[in-house]
């Protein structure tokens, strides 16, 4: 089991859903009176007497737990007032199963069924959605297929302007679960969204993503009995060769194997950090510093000659200093097989990247690896590159952009490259053209591992929330991840990481992870979660120069 939580596409969860039902250990009525069941106890364990209840009941089985949810909330005496924005013959079993039981429970005149064609008459409830303590928007889940209908959008916009508590079964109406993209008919409406989401068994990639993690409010993940399930699902079954591939959350135990417990200084590594001409040496200073804080056995700067006074005023000693002018210069310096990370990009400049990237695309070789089942020897001729771990950041990224092809053909399986949505979208022209509208075809996970398999490389995009993917093969047998997410938006906000160096700072934590000897993929995913540690932990007034200075902090925390 990799450190990590991993949350699932809306395929996955219905998948997971299905095989539980047909394994015959649990009902569709089950699991939804479960999830009706977790959806009370979380809003009860907030608002522990509401008088009213509002709830939205939509046309599927999202809107079949609203009806569990109001028939629970009415039993321990809240007054509840349901508007079904649906067609009673056109629900699934399950659902029309709780609809009836609800119409039941009720007398005529309390049951408010409106004519799906004129939902939008709010003439006749028991209570306006004003006058509840709370709502519940069980309209639209998993299956959101469209733009949420602005009437409906104008019920959830209601209660937030009024003030209402906004409490989603499963996502916001409106949510697309896997891209977490916010879509209604007509007009924007960035006021809306949930106060708390209650979601089953696992968080779903869109409430990770784009709009996702602002919309959903506090997220609370909610056991309705599918955890074999879901294990099941990714581990497969023993015979199974191949374990499914899953998308991970960050989480502090991935810094783990970061715990120094004993080595000689190069057991922990040598990092090459590239810089820029003097003057201009800030941001690869960042970098140096934040790969030394992360137990880089050795790092050394590489910059030009005439930028070492000013290079060796402002560094710790402890980071070596070697002149760099010329590509041949680094062709040198790669001679000491030590070096087994490398940073380029951070106040590089991006002509001296142009000129230093076919140095580092040479260095790449194509291994033969060697393996043993029993006492056989295989040896693999290998489909992609390998070369020495390598980061690629802001000018190299710019640089490489404007070589093209002949940039993604130097890249290789180690080489991490860590853009911003700009350089991304300069890397991969048709892909942020892509992202920037929203097509709806391509979540921002979905360019991200398309990237990732282009460039045969791992690609970490920075944003509010980072979104890390990789091609890379996995020879030792581990379970796929296939990518990894580390938020830093909504409730996990790290917003004052939006500064001048933080990026320099993030390429820097990642070098000095990989020369500790994590494999890429491990590495940019652990580096993702350290620099938002660190910013979090040193709070509001963070400028990039904290953020190395808090590592140590970070460690300790974490007890290594
Ligand atoms: N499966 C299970 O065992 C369990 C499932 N559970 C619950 O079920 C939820 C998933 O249910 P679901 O698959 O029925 O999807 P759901 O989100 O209700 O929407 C589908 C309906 O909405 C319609 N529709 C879509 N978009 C629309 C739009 N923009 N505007 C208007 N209509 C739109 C769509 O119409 P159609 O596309 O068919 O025309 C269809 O009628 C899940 O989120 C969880 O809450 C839990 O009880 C645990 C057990
Ligand atoms: N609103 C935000 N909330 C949290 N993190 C952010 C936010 N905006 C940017 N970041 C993070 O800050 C860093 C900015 O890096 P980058 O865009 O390269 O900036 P710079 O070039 O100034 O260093 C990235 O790690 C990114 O994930
Ligand atoms: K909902």
Not at 93 to 112: E, I, S, T, Y
Not at 435 to 453: C, F, G, M, Y
Request: charged content about 25%.
């Amino acid at each position: 089991m990799l450190n990590g939580t991993e949350i699932l596409t809306t395929a996955q969860m219905r998948a997971i859903e299905s095989a539980a039902m047909d394994s015959g250990a649990v009902t569709g009525l089950e699991l939804m009176e479960r999830a009706g069941a977790a959806v009370v106890a979380a809003l009860l364990e907030r608002w522990p007497d509401p008088g009213r209840a509002f709830v939205l009941c939509g046309p599927g089985n999202n809107g079949g737990d609203g009806f569990v949810i109001a028939r629970l909330l009415k039993d321990r005496g809240t007054e509840v007032t349901t508007l079904f924005l649906g067609e009673r013959d056109r629900l699934s079993p399950d659902a029309a199963v709780n609809h009836d039981r609800w119409q039941q429970m009720l007398g005529d005149g309390d049951f408010w069924l409106p004519d799906p064609a004129e939902d939008t008459d709010l003439t006749s409830p028991d209570f306006e959605i004003g006058s509840s303590d709370v709502v519940i928007d069980a309209m639209l889940g998993t299956g959101a297929n469209r733009p949420l209908p602005s009437t409906w959008a104008n019920h959830l916009s209601d209660a937030v302007e009024g003030g209402n508590p906004v409490i989603a079964v499963d996502a916001l109406s409106g949510l697309d679960l896997d891209s977490g993209r916010y879509a209604i008919d007509g007009r924007e409406r960035s006021h809306i969204r949930a106060t708390l989401t209650v979601t089953f068994q696992r968080a779903k990639v869109g409430h990770k993503l784009e709009e996702g993690p602002d919309r959903s409010g506090e997220l609370v993940v909610a056991d309705i009995g599918l955890e074999q399930d879901v294990r099941r699902h990714f581990d497969g079954p023993a015979l199974r060769h191949e374990p499914v591939p899953s998308i991970r959350l960050t989480s502090p135990a991935l810094a783990r194997p970061l715990s120094k417990s004993s080595g000689h200084k190069f057991d922990h590594g040598h990092a090459l950090i590239l810089a820029g001409a003097a003057g201009r040496g800030g941001a690869a200073r960042l970098a140096a510093r934040a790969a030394l804080r992360c137990g880089a056995g050795l790092v050394t700067l590489a910059c030009p000659r005439d930028a070492i006074a000013e290079n060796a005023a402002s560094l710790p000693d402890a980071v070596m200093l070697r002149p760099l002018d010329e590509p041949d210069d680094l062709r040198k310096l790669l001679a000491d097989k030590r070096i087994n990370a490398i940073c380029a990009g951070p106040g590089l400049g991006v002509e001296r990247a142009a000129t230093l990237l076919p140095v580092l695309a040479e260095d790449a070789r194509d291994p033969k690896p060697v393996t043993w089942v029993g006492n056989q020897k295989f040896t693999f001729d290998l489909p992609f590159r390998a070369g020495r771990p390598t980061v690629l950041d802001a000018d190299a990224l710019t640089a490489g952009a404007a070589q093209g092809q002949a940039f993604l053909q130097g890249l290789h399986v180690n080489t991490i490259l860590t853009p911003h949505e700009g350089e991304f979208a300069r890397v991969f022209p048709d892909l942020g053209a892509r992202l920037k509208q929203k097509h709806p075809t391509l979540s921002t996970l979905d360019a991200v591992r398309e990237a990732a398999d282009r460039a045969k490389a791992v690609i970490l995009l920075k944003g509010p929330t980072t979104v890390i993917s990789a091609n890379a093969p996995r020879l030792r047998g581990k379970p796929p991840v296939e990518a990894w997410i580390n938020p830093a938006a909504g409730p996990d906000a790290v917003p004052w990481l939006a500064t001048a160096g933080s990026g320099d700072v993030l390429a820097g934590i990642i070098t000095g992870i990989l020369a500790r000897g994590l494999p890429p993929l491990d590495a940019a995913a652990t580096g993702a979660w350290l620099h938002a540690a660190a910013a979090r932990r040193f709070g509001p007034g963070l400028i990039a120069d904290d953020l190395p200075e808090e590592l140590p902090g970070v460690f300790r925390d974490l007890g290594l």
